[in-house]
């Protein structure tokens, strides 16, 4: 079965940090690039952050740059959004997004439940 269980959310002051986790299972996570996707009330969902299958490359929104970092750990099927300086519009659930294709080249995609995160005063 497979599984993305995000983790870590949470409510926070303006300026502090938290740490999310997304753990995987029922799938060969480390064939799949990692993203963390956001949704706050009465926005679309938005992409924060993405890292490639051996974690090389990474990507972020800009709202987000210098702020957040995303890693993994494939030897034990986890992925994390380490977000730091956090402000209210940070506030929204959290997702986090496995994707990879397969031999025929269709798309696969699994995602988490998602985690609040409130930064609020």
């Known amino acids: 079965q497979v599984q993305l269980v995000e983790s870590g959310g949470g409510l926070v002051q303006p300026g502090g940090s938290l740490r999310l986790s997304c753990a995987a299972s029922?799938?060969?996570?480390?064939?799949?690039?990692v993203s963390w996707y956001r949704q706050a009330p009465g926005k679309e969902r938005e992409l924060v952050a993405a890292?490639?299958?051996?974690?090389?490359?990474?990507n972020y929104a800009d709202s987000v740059k210098g702020r957040f970092t995303i890693s993994r750990d494939n030897a034990k099927n986890t992925a994390a959004l380490q977000m730091t300086s956090l402000n209210a519009e940070d506030t929204a659930v959290y997702y986090c997004?496995?994707?990879?294709?397969?031999?025929?080249?269709?798309?696969?995609?699994?995602w988490g439940q998602g985690t609040q995160v409130t930064v609020s005063s």
């Open positions: 997004n496995a994707q990879a294709r397969d031999a025929f080249g269709r798309r696969l995609s699994y």
């Open positions: 029922g799938f060969t996570f480390s064939n799949y690039a």
């Open positions: 890292i490639t299958i051996f974690g090389s490359s990474t």
